[in-house]
């Protein structure tokens, strides 16, 4: 069973618009979600993090927003750039995790046109 | 550049042979990490280390054998593998092992195939 899902393989956007990455998760022990990226033959790299007390965190363009209720975050990158194609993994840990367990999505790539 | 380094950034392997993917941190942290990221599936966690014991095992074969020497080396040795082997392994060190609030930083992966 999936703990963290991803429903969007894909993404398009034209640059300069906003890119909105959606993940659900099913865990209500789940208390930290996180925001990587990836570029091909490389790992992921730390975005964005929220923990469940606030329900936005803000770093320049990307936003991530949480909303405990349905179980449900999401990041947008505003404004959208070229170099933002890449795949995002959203992943989460919480409280009955041991050793910092991370969860991940499945993924979805984004791709942003000139 | 994360801190974290794996070698060989690429490895190809008959089933019958033996080899190891090497993960270094530079970053002074006390946890670090083995995954594996097939085509199309989420990263999947396959070993834990904290302060160089091992602390999960996610029912993985025992054609994979991690080492964990010191904290700033992590191993993944490899014997007996078959295709479905292969795939994209990482790596990843955090600074805070047992709590959740933990981001992880991870190395630019090793692209094993078997043949």
């Known amino acids: 069973d999936q703990q963290v899902k991803q429903n969007s393989p ?6 300069g618009r906003i890119s909105i990455l959606n993940c659900d998760y099913t865990n209500s022990m789940f208390d930290y979600f996180l925001w990587y990226k990836k570029y091909p033959a490389e790992g992921p790299t730390f975005l964005i993090s929220i923990s469940s007390i606030k329900d936005k965190n803000e770093d320049g363009r990307f936003t991530v927003f949480l909303n405990k209720s349905a ?15 890449a795949v995002y993994f959203c992943a989460a840990s919480g409280r009955d995790n041991q050793g910092g367990k991370l969860i991940f999505g499945q993924g979805t790539e984004l791709s942003v046109k000139p | 550049e994360t801190g974290v380094t794996q070698t060989p950034r690429h490895l190809v392997m008959g089933m019958t042979n033996k080899k190891s ?10 946890a670090m990490y083995w995954y594996k990221q097939s085509a199309k599936k989420p990263l999947e966690l396959m070993f834990v280390y904290s302060l160089e014991e091992r602390v999960e095992n996610n029912s993985v074969p025992s054609r994979f054998s991690p080492e964990c020497p ?14 479905e082997d292969s795939a994209l392994y990482l790596c990843a060190s955090s600074r805070q092992p047992g709590f959740s609030y933990n981001e992880q930083f991870f190395g630019p992966g090793t692209r094993l195939t078997v043949l």
């Open chain 1, 10 to 15: 894909s993404l398009s956007v034209q640059e």
């Open chain 2, 21 to 30: 993917l090497k993960c270094e941190q530079h970053l002074g942290h006390n």
């Open chain 2, 70 to 83: 010191n904290s700033s080396h992590l191993f993944l040795h490899l014997h007996t593998l078959q295709p």
């Open chain 1, 71 to 85: 179980k449900h975050l999401s990041l947008h990158i505003v404004p959208s750039q070229p170099g933002d194609s």
